[in-house]
C-alpha cells in the first residue's frame, strides 16, 4: 500500500515535468539594493555629480572620465547616455569590476567602443576612444584604466539587462 501511494507520488510530481501548458516564468529582481539613490545624488552648476552623502551603498560605481557632462540622459530626447567634454587622450576608467563583453571598432559612429558586463546585469558602454586598452573577456577592476579618449566628446551608457537606465543614478 505504501509503495503504491509512493509511486503515485512520484508520477505526479513527474508528469508536471512533461505538461503541455505553459505558464509565465516571473523573475523578481532583487539586485538593485539602490534604495533612494536619486535623492543622493545632484548635479551642480558645472553639471559634475556631486554626492550629497555618503552612502555605503553608492561606492561600488564611479565616473568613467574626470570631466564635465555636456548633455545628460534622456528618453524623449532619445540620448540614452551622457556626453562628457573631454580632451584627447584622457584615461578612461571601469565603474566597477566586470569582465569585457566587446572591445573594438565594427560600429563606426561609436568609434572605438568597450562594453563590460557587470554583476546582476548591469552592462557599462564606453564610445568615442582613441585607443583601447583592455580585449574581449579580460577582467576588469573598477578604476582601471580601459582607454582614453579621442577627439570626439566621450559618450558613456549604462543598461540593466537590455533597458537602457539612467547613469546619474548609479555613478558617483
Given at each position: 500500500?505504501?509503495?503504491?501511494?509512493?509511486?503515485?507520488?512520484?508520477?505526479?510530481?513527474?508528469?508536471?515535468?512533461?505538461?503541455?501548458?505553459?505558464?509565465?516564468?516571473?523573475?523578481?529582481?532583487k539586485?538593485?539594493?539602490?534604495?533612494?539613490?536619486?535623492?543622493?545624488?545632484?548635479?551642480?552648476?558645472?553639471?559634475?555629480?556631486?554626492?550629497?552623502?555618503?552612502?555605503?551603498?553608492?561606492?561600488?560605481?564611479?565616473?568613467?572620465?574626470?570631466?564635465?557632462?555636456?548633455?545628460?540622459?534622456?528618453?524623449?530626447?532619445?540620448?540614452?547616455?551622457?556626453?562628457?567634454?573631454t580632451?584627447?587622450e584622457?584615461?578612461?576608467?571601469?565603474?566597477?569590476?566586470?569582465i569585457?563583453?566587446?572591445?573594438?571598432?565594427?560600429?563606426?559612429?561609436?568609434?572605438?567602443?568597450?562594453?563590460?558586463?557587470?554583476?546582476?546585469?548591469?552592462?557599462?558602454?564606453?564610445?568615442?576612444?582613441?585607443?583601447?586598452?583592455?580585449?574581449?573577456?579580460?577582467?576588469?577592476?573598477?578604476?582601471?584604466?580601459?582607454?582614453?579618449?579621442?577627439?570626439?566628446?566621450?559618450?558613456?551608457?549604462?543598461?540593466?539587462?537590455?533597458?537602457?537606465?539612467?547613469?546619474?543614478?548609479?555613478?558617483?
Amino acid at each position: 500500500m505504501l509503495n503504491k501511494l509512493l509511486v503515485i507520488i512520484i508520477s505526479i510530481i513527474i508528469s508536471g515535468c512533461f505538461s503541455s501548458s505553459t505558464s509565465k516564468v516571473v523573475i523578481v529582481d532583487k539586485s538593485s539594493t539602490k534604495h533612494n539613490i536619486t535623492d543622493t545624488k545632484k548635479i551642480n552648476k558645472t553639471n559634475k555629480i556631486v554626492s550629497s552623502q555618503d552612502n555605503a551603498k553608492t561606492k561600488s560605481w564611479s565616473l568613467p572620465v574626470d570631466a564635465k557632462i555636456l548633455r545628460t540622459f534622456s528618453k524623449k530626447q532619445q540620448h540614452l547616455g551622457l556626453t562628457f567634454d573631454t580632451k584627447p587622450e584622457q584615461k578612461v576608467r571601469a565603474i566597477r569590476d566586470g569582465i569585457v563583453a566587446y572591445s573594438g571598432d565594427i560600429m563606426k559612429s561609436y568609434g572605438k567602443m568597450i562594453i563590460i558586463k557587470h554583476p546582476y546585469g548591469f552592462y557599462s558602454s564606453y564610445t568615442q576612444n582613441k585607443t583601447l586598452i583592455v580585449f574581449d573577456g579580460d577582467k576588469i577592476k573598477k578604476g582601471q584604466i580601459i582607454a582614453t579618449t579621442g577627439k570626439k566628446p566621450f559618450y558613456f551608457e549604462m543598461k540593466k539587462f537590455k533597458e537602457p537606465i539612467n547613469p546619474i543614478k548609479y555613478l558617483k
